[in-house]
Structures are given as C-alpha cells and as structure tokens.
C-alpha cells in the first residue's frame, strides 16, 4: 500500500531494533567501555560484519534511539498548520511532549529511561557522537527555516503573538518582537520563525548576493538557538528527576520553563 514500508524495509527495521537493544542492554548491565563489538554481535545473532552494516561505530549502537527525532524539529516545522508560526509549531510540539512525558524532553521518570540517560551523558563518547546528531538536526531545521520564509506560495504567518488561531489554546504563543525591532523590520520579507527578516529583501526568494547570504545565516543561527533551548530543557528536566523528584513534580516548572524560553526565542530572533 502507498505510504506503507515494505516486507524488506520492515525486517530491516527490526534487525536495526535488534541489534540495539542487544547492545543497551550489555551496555547498561556491563558500563559501555567494558562491552566489546563481538559481544554485541554474539547477543544479537549477527556476524560482526552483519553488525558493521547497520551500525558503522559502537556509539551509534547506543544512539540509535535517537534516529527517528533526527530532524525531528524541521518535521514539525515543514508539516505545520497553515495558520502556524514555525516558533509556535515547535513550541506546540514541545509542549505536547511534556504533556506525554517524551523522554527526548527528560520529562520522564521511567526506570529504563533513567539508567539510559545516566548511560549516555556519563560515557564521554557517547556525548561527543550526540553532538553530530544535534549538528544535522540545527541543518536540517535551518533549511526548512529558510524555505518557509522564502516558499513563493507561502503567506507571511504572524509574528509570533496570541491569536484566536495560534496553538493549542493551553500554549501560550512566544512574545512578539520589541516595538522597535517591529518598526525597524517595517517592510521586511519575514524572518525563519515569522517575525520581521532582513529590511528591504522583498517577498518570496531572495535575488542572489549578500541578502540570501545573510538570510541563510539567519537561519542558522535562530536554528541552533531552538535546537539548544531544546537541549537545555531536557536536561535540566532530566537532572531534576534524577535527583529524585517524579515527573509529575517536575512537570509544573518545566511547562513554565519552557513557555519561558519559547517567549525568549520569540522576542530575540
């Protein structure tokens, strides 16, 4: 059926799932330095060769839970409600993740998730294979970032402020933009998450030269800045509860922390 894996990309997928699970498992039972690629292998019933197709490092056995949220921002973004911001489409986003207790938001108190977390951010390695992940996760947002801003069918969304239209009536929209920031972007195509851009670019796709340049900077720039205040709540999320508070306990702040920073973002980029 169209939209449906097929017979091979399904088993594909369960030999990717597999051979994962095999390795967190060692990994949490036995500390990740201390498990061997053979072990791996020998646990999940596949030749190292086998192992070496799916997964091209050890870390990646480790990471592999975060491959379906690769990208997952620029997702969001691109498949966003007509009458949505992009910043209130991630805000959303984030703020039904919290709600369903998403251990992408360390918002979650579930036994596994706990010692999987204490797993990843106490093996340095680990850490340092994340940032790759967090690396194409800031590209591909900022390219979906840039063409909704310049997508020739589009029509400018508002700058972030409440509306009857706006997200989830629960979710407060990010605060829109100094009153001089406005005035001063009078007349300027919108900016990546739908406030004022650069002054004088015009509407649609920018011509060549310095304006796509800086434009594409823009990008840049306001995607690492959504991708780390992201990054920033789930930890902090995660360290609470690892502590010894419940998620429920946690939940309360960390909606609050994060209307705060989505409202940051908002007034800033």
């Excluded at 060769?49 to 997702?75: C, I, M």
């Excluded at 700058?159 to 933009?177: K, L, Q």
Aim: charged content about 20%; hydrophobic content about 40%.
């Amino acid at each position: 059926m169209d939209g449906q894996p097929s017979l091979r990309e399904r088993k594909k997928q369960r030999t990717y799932q597999a051979i994962s699970d095999a390795a967190i498992a060692l990994f949490l039972e036995q500390g990740f330095d201390q498990v061997s690629v053979a072990e791996i292998a020998a646990a999940a019933m596949v030749s190292k060769p086998t192992l070496f197709r799916y997964f091209p490092t050890k870390e990646d056995l480790a990471l592999y839970r975060f491959a379906d949220h690769e990208g997952e921002a620029s997702r969001v973004v691109r498949d966003r409600a007509p009458e949505q911001s992009p910043l209130q489409a991630l805000h959303a986003h984030f703020r039904a993740g919290l709600d369903r207790r998403d251990p992408v938001t360390g918002l979650c108190d579930d036994s596994e998730v706990l010692a999987f977390h204490r797993l990843l951010y106490g093996t340095p390695s680990l850490v340092a294979r994340l940032y790759a992940y967090t690396t194409r996760s800031e590209e591909a947002l900022a390219r979906t970032l840039y063409e909704a801003a310049h997508a020739p069918e589009a029509t400018p969304h508002p700058a972030d402020t409440p509306s009857a239209e706006a997200p989830p009536a629960d979710v407060p929209s990010a605060e829109a933009a100094p009153a001089d920031a406005r005035v001063a972007g009078a007349g300027a195509a919108p900016g990546p998450l739908g406030g004022p851009g650069l002054p004088g670019a015009g509407a649609g796709l920018p011509g060549p030269g310095e304006p796509t340049r800086l434009e594409a900077l823009t990008a840049r720039l306001t995607a690492s800045q959504v991708i780390a205040a992201q990054r920033i709540l789930a930890l902090d999320n995660w360290r609470r509860i690892a502590d010894g508070e419940s998620a429920d306990e946690v939940y309360p702040s960390a909606v609050t922390a994060a209307d705060h920073a989505f409202s940051v973002l908002g007034s800033h980029l």
